[in-house]
């Protein structure tokens, strides 16, 4: 079984503050640092950190071959990533003396993926296989229309959360994973058990994983008709930036389903691996090995 990240890859110019840069204001920073990052390329390396056969479709823009190179060392297929003349996706981070981070988000080669590539990619891989996506990319709805009609399992993190997410059909995924203003957002509700109701009603075959911050996250699993919920607690830690927190829990946790591992296990081990990763700097290079999240759980 094959795990396709079709996403985005950015270039991340954080800069630490004292606090995030208010409107009309000139804040000197206190450091800076340029990292590879980017939704998909950190849900990539954290699938593949996690043990999963993971490969990474996208664009490769000027400036981003690093990017290309740290997947392939992570142990990434990269088979799928043509190069394209647009300037590299990049974003710019605020990372505030609390951990907490604020990001603007440049496209670039992030937004140059074709028709003519999505069906050449998505034409190497077999139903059954897992296929990941968030919203940093053009033809999101086609690649879901795609990979549905071939029968991968489809799980999409939605986030940044627009309105070209509208044209995705979310009846076609698996798994929706979101953190509460998402869940809010799509369902129309702040109450996360009431938007996993409405999402429920709305899409009786979709499963749901709700992140909570500090509060841990839930889990809503359909599996014939049955729904299995498994709630889980944060692991406190002092966190030094926040960052690449979500795409850490999103990449370990879709690697321990296509282990087969119980929705408990699974859990635990993206919960951990998340806790692990805010304690450091940085968004790719912030996400902890296998072995370093086994050995923190035994």
């Not at 911050?213 to 359909?222: C, M, N, T």
Request: glycine share 10%.
């Amino acid at each position: 079984m094959k795990v396709l990240n079709f996403g985005s890859l950015n270039l991340d110019y954080v800069y630490s503050v004292d606090h995030f840069v208010r409107p009309g204001e000139t804040l000197s920073a206190v450091s800076q640092a340029l990292n590879p990052g980017g939704k998909g390329l950190n849900q990539s390396i954290a699938l593949a950190r996690a043990g999963a056969q993971a490969s990474h479709a996208g664009c490769i823009g000027a400036g981003g071959e690093m990017l290309k190179q740290l997947l392939a060392d992570n142990g990434v297929d990269t088979t799928w990533l043509p190069t394209v003349e647009a300037l590299q996706g990049n974003a710019v981070i605020q990372v505030n003396r609390d951990g907490e981070n604020c990001i603007l988000l440049f496209g670039g080669s992030n937004q140059c993926v074709t028709e003519e590539q999505v069906a050449r990619t998505l034409d190497a891989f077999e139903a059954g296989d897992w296929l990941v996506l968030q919203n940093e990319i053009n033809n999101l709805p086609l690649i879901v229309d795609t990979a549905y009609a071939k029968g991968l399992r489809i799980a999409l993190n939605p986030s940044p959360y627009d309105d070209r997410l509208k044209d995705v059909d979310f009846g076609k995924l698996s798994w929706l994973l979101v953190n509460e203003v998402e869940a809010g957002q799509i369902s129309g509700s702040e109450e996360p058990e009431e938007a996993w109701s409405l999402l429920h009603a709305r899409y009786p075959a979709l499963s749901v994983l709700i992140t909570l911050g500090g509060d841990g996250s839930v889990a809503h699993r359909v599996e014939g008709g049955e729904v299995e919920t498994v709630r889980q607690a944060a692991f406190p830690v002092k966190a030094v930036d926040t960052t690449a927190a979500g795409d850490t829990f999103t990449g370990y946790f879709i690697s321990g389903l296509m282990e087969g591992l119980p929705l408990e296990t699974c859990m635990r081990r993206a919960s951990k691996a998340s806790s692990i990763s805010v304690t450091r700097p940085g968004a790719a290079p912030s996400i902890p090995l296998r072995a370093e999240v086994d050995a923190a759980l035994a």
